[in-house]
């Protein structure tokens, strides 16, 4: 069966979107909006710190109207809705629904656990992309979420999703305990299955996860990563995320962090300064854009930013590193990943 692909209007329109600001001088713009419509969620995964963060207010949802507020505020052609688990939403279809009309690219972040009733809600789009968490194959995975039976269901709602006409990716965090043999086995698995690609990214030291000693420093993310994206043991496994940030992780490139281009908005506003940080929140998202609160983030100027290396930091890093680089620009033209820039969370 032919599955669908991602489409070339996404590159372009990215491309195209990034010009325009640059021609008017903007020296920081949002790439992604981080729209996280509730905090609650049916799993509690050891790595995860937002259920915990967020435990004071897990039981507040986001109106439908609030949600495509922050979005158009915002002003990104991009949409990661994650949460918690959003698919809990009960009128996510609704919020979905009507940011795929309006033609904003989706990539919607869920555990699949609930995929498959939505599905009956949501029609399949060139505009949507369920972008599903697995950690490894079955024993590894059930693990990571704490639970059993997991994996098995959310590969069946990756497979019924994609049998329909659904864009489909994987997002796997990496993390000190990873078994990069099952990795390896489970990223072969999905893409013989027929998703898009499987998105990586090293987990962030989030305060509030309950294992701190899982989380990987700087230095071992490249180790990890170099054995993890071995040319010669990745034949047949597909990747979405950018070469550009693969290099990175292996510690090949070096980038300063740029989040801000990642505004995250959760129900209690907008988080400041970015998705894994939130001294405070805000009600107004140009707060995230000042100069002078770069000062103090970023690698080498807050000592919880020196071992991120998280997508939403860092592979819209990339991005605006390559605009001025013709031979970066060329290597994401030509490996179709122009339009891939840290549009999921972790």
């Not at 490894?136 to 049998?163: P, W």
């Not at 860092?314 to 179709?336: N, R």
Request: overall charge neutral; aromatic content about 10%.
């Amino acid at each position: 069966m032919k599955r669908a692909k991602r489409p070339l209007e996404l590159s372009f329109r990215l491309a195209w979107y990034i010009l325009n600001k640059k021609l008017r001088g903007q020296k920081r713009f949002p790439l992604v909006t981080m729209l996280e419509p509730l905090e609650m969620c049916n799993l509690a995964c050891i790595g995860c710190g937002r259920i915990r963060e967020y435990k004071p207010v897990l039981d507040k949802m986001m109106t439908v109207e609030v949600a495509l507020n922050a979005v158009k505020e915002s002003g990104a052609p991009i949409v990661s809705i994650a949460g918690g688990e959003p698919t809990i939403h009960p009128r996510i279809d609704e919020i979905i629904n009507s940011l795929i009309k309006q033609k904003y690219f989706v990539y919607c972040c869920t555990n699949g656990l609930l995929l498959e009733r939505l599905l009956k809600k949501i029609k399949p789009s060139k505009y949507l992309c369920w972008v599903v968490h697995v950690d490894g194959m079955e024993e590894k995975h059930d693990e990571s979420v704490d639970r059993k039976g997991v994996f098995t269901k959310a590969i069946n709602a990756i497979t019924v999703a994609l049998d329909q006409g659904y864009r489909v990716c994987t997002n796997s965090t990496v993390f000190r305990g990873s078994d990069v043999e099952d990795l390896w086995e489970m990223f072969r698995y999905v893409s013989d299955i027929g998703v898009e690609g499987s998105m990586i990214s090293p987990g962030y030291e989030f305060e509030a996860a309950p294992d701190q000693e899982m989380f990987l420093t700087r230095g071992e993310s490249h180790s990890l990563f170099q054995k993890l994206l071995d040319p010669a043991k990745t034949e047949g496994m597909k990747f979405y995320n950018n070469p550009l940030y693969l290099n990175f992780l292996q510690g090949k490139r070096d980038y300063q962090c740029t989040a801000w281009s990642n505004p995250t908005y959760t129900t209690m506003g907008w988080r400041k300064p970015c998705y894994p940080l939130a001294d405070e929140h805000v009600q107004q998202v140009d707060e995230l854009y000042d100069d002078k609160l770069w000062e103090k983030y970023g690698v080498g100027k807050d000592p919880r930013c020196a071992n991120c290396m998280m997508h939403c930091g860092f592979e819209s890093a990339t991005i605006f590193q390559a605009v001025s680089s013709p031979k970066d620009w060329a290597t994401l033209i030509k490996s179709g990943a122009a339009g891939k820039s840290g549009i999921t969370a972790a």
